[in-house]
């Protein structure tokens, strides 16, 4: 029983040590969700501008790289570098 008992609690040591995070979430979502939706996108804006609507496929394409864009910035980590980088566009470098 004491066995049993050491098992028991040893393995839920072991749990402990163990760190969550959402690494795998995110890999998983940058794998697999994006391309899926940015096909998506595009199946639609071809579907739009066989209809004759130039205008509204561009509209919706600047939208669409305006949102790419914040995205590339949210997954690489860089959002403090490129807020130095337009900040300094505006006020000039020192």
């Known amino acids: 029983m004491t066995s049993l ?7 839920g040591l ?3 040590d163990k760190q969550f995070g959402t690494g795998p979430l995110q890999n998983f979502i940058q794998s697999n969700i994006v391309p ?3 096909l998506a996108i595009a199946v639609i804006l071809l579907w739009i501008g066989g209809r004759g609507d ?7 394409s600047v ?3 305006v949102g790419l864009v914040a995205l590339g910035i949210a997954v690489s980590g860089k959002a403090g570098d490129v807020g130095k ?3 300094s566009l505006i006020v000039g470098s020192s």
Do not use: C, P
Request: zero cysteines; aromatic letters at 8%; glycine letters at 12%.
């Open 14 to 16: 072991l749990a402990q």
């Open 63 to 65: 939208g669409l790289i």
């Open 54 to 60: 130039n205008a509204g496929v561009a509209r919706r």
């Open 5 to 11: 008992f050491a098992t028991v609690v040893g393995s």
């Open 85 to 87: 980088f337009l900040a």
């Open 36 to 38: 899926l939706v940015l």
